[in-house]
């Protein structure tokens, strides 16, 4: 009896090892990303490539990007080809935030703004990670919910493009950047859970939460805060 019981400790004990450790590589991950994102944005917005392309071919190029270095990356993720298409992925989409970025630095205050959005969002996923480490009750089920309001939204934006409706666009905004927090407290409570077992996997889940927040909260910042000279 007790060697049963100690062989089912040292198991859970092992589980819990390797779901910290999954966190900890995704974390590291996670903060590695950055580096190309930043580097992504600043050759976007030096060399203007997005504003030359045009609003249609811009986007055409964002989801044919952006859904083909998903995709990538999803089928290298267990091998170290894996890490690279990621951070390939996300150069990739610093280079799409630029024409963000370069609006935001029309204004007199753009670069304050810039980092106001960087801590606010920061403050937001710090938050949002603690409350996941300490909710106990099974989120799996709220994943298909959350999902079904991103692609909403994602058809909302679209169909915004040719509307340009402010007030949707605003909406829109504030809905993203609720969906995507909630997201964060579901991606990282699959790992704690063990539901989700593969770092560079995570990492996706996480930064495109943490991108889609960054982006909301700083077009917003940018339309109510920004200061023409």
Known sequence: MYDVQGQFGSAALGLAADRQRVLRNTYWLLALSMVPTVLGAWIGVSTGLLAAMGRGPS??????????????VEKTKNSAAGVASLLAFTFFMGLM??????FVLGFKNGPSLIMTAFAGTGVIFLAMASLASVIKRDLSGFGKFLFIGAIIMLVAGLVNVFLQSSALMLTLMVLSMAVFSAFMVYDVKRIIDGGETNYISATLAIYLDIYNVFQNLLAMLGIFGGERD
């Open 59 to 72: 986007l055409i190029l964002f989801f044919v990007g952006a859904f083909g270095l998903m995709f990538l």
């Open 97 to 102: 935030l630029s024409r963000l970025l370069a």
